[in-house]
């Protein structure tokens, strides 16, 4: 599976855009890019996922640069509810494959 | 809809110990993820089942096995149970055609002594 970088921690401000920027430089044609978040002892949540189309639903938008080699996930009006660690995943196959992900912490 | 729910919620053993682990899957799931979180770290993929099989592996040893039922639930099995399998274990339910939106329960925290 292709690795992704991410920022170790972010902070934001609340009800500002957060833009979380993710690198997959080694990333293959048929791979997805998915964004997963984890508040502080809940399970991981589904927020989105894309090939090579900007990607938009309820929580979030999805853009992935034309090369695909970089995405950023945007949560257009940040809440204190969305402090998080995010993970940006490059899935191949059946699984997938979380790194240490984003600490975002937004503040009032 | 009922989400992903996973039995204990806590779990106290010891070294060497068996522990089973339980996982009912989202309403219409036929495929469960079981992950290994330790303390700080992402989620690590454990196995995947499919359709009572097992579809999918990670660096894992043979003493992790599974079991998933007719009814689409699952368990994690952990034999001689080890200190650094003190972690947090999810289990995860998805449609295999979309099997990246994957939705976890909140886990059970294993602490071996």
């Known amino acids: 599976d292709a690795k992704t970088t991410q920022p170790t921690s972010m902070d934001c401000a609340e009800g500002r855009a957060a833009n979380l920027p993710c690198n997959h430089s080694?990333?293959?044609?048929?791979?997805?890019v998915y964004w997963y978040r984890q508040i502080h002892s809940q399970g991981p949540q589904y927020i989105i996922h894309g090939l090579k189309n900007n990607e938009t639903n309820e929580m979030a938008s999805l853009i992935i640069t034309e090369d695909r080699k970089s995405s950023t996930l945007i949560l257009p009006h940040a809440t204190l509810r969305d402090t998080a660690v995010y993970y940006c995943i490059v899935r191949h196959d059946y699984k997938l494959s979380f790194g240490a992900g984003t600490t975002v912490t937004v503040r009032a | 809809e009922t989400g992903v729910t996973q039995s204990p919620t806590h779990l106290i053993k010891t070294r060497g110990q068996q522990v089973t682990l339980r996982c009912s899957s989202q309403s219409g799931h036929n495929t469960v993820s079981w992950y290994q979180q330790a303390l700080g770290q992402g989620p690590q993929f454990i196995f995947q089942y499919y359709r009572e099989e097992e579809n999918g592996r990670g660096n894992f040893p043979p003493r992790f096995s599974g079991l998933q039922f007719p009814n689409y639930s699952s368990e994690l099995n952990v034999n001689a149970l080890e200190l650094d399998d003190s972690a947090l274990y999810l289990c995860?339910?998805?449609?295999?055609?979309?099997?990246?939106?994957?939705?976890f329960g909140p886990g059970t925290r294993l602490t071996v002594l």
């Open positions: 995860a339910s998805s449609l295999p055609d979309r099997v990246g939106e994957q939705f």
């Open positions: 080694t990333i293959s044609g048929n791979e997805y």
